[in-house]
Nanobody, 114 residues
Framework: VQLQASGGGLVQAGGSLRLSCAAS????????MGWYRQAPGKQRELVAD???????NYADSVKGRFTISRDNAKNTVYLQMNSLKPEDTAVYYC?????????WGQGTLVTVSS
């Protein structure tokens, strides 16, 4: 199973991007799907995650601007990012968590210019 993330790019401050992450191959019983990010020189941090029941959790820095959603039939997670700020610049990684295993995507770069 591989996770393929897409949707990153260069955007001006105040703009929007939508990230997608889909699993290839058979994968079942995904409990949580999430997005993490890592800026240069910083540790990877949780941006948002969503449980199998639809409960969402956001980092304080993105609340009100980002929205996470999932399509279980497609094994896909999305991150709608609005009102982007230069400090949102980072490599964004998707994450699928099962009870016994965690999968990571390869990362997609988001660059927000001021």
């Amino acid at each position: 199973v591989q996770l393929q993330a897409s949707g990153g790019g260069l955007v001006q401050a105040g703009g929007s991007l939508r990230l997608s992450c889909a699993a290839s191959g058979s994968i079942f019983s995904i409990k949580n799907m999430g997005w993490y990010r890592q800026a240069p020189g910083k540790q990877r941090e949780l941006v948002a995650d969503i449980s199998s029941g639809g409960s969402r959790n956001y980092a304080d820095s993105v609340k009100g601007r980002f929205t996470i959603s999932r399509d279980n039939a497609k094994n896909t997670v999305y991150l709608q990012m609005n009102s982007l700020k230069p400090e949102d610049t980072a490599v964004y990684y998707c994450n699928f968590h099962q009870i016994t295993r965690t999968y990571w995507g390869q990362g997609t770069l988001v660059t927000v210019s001021s």
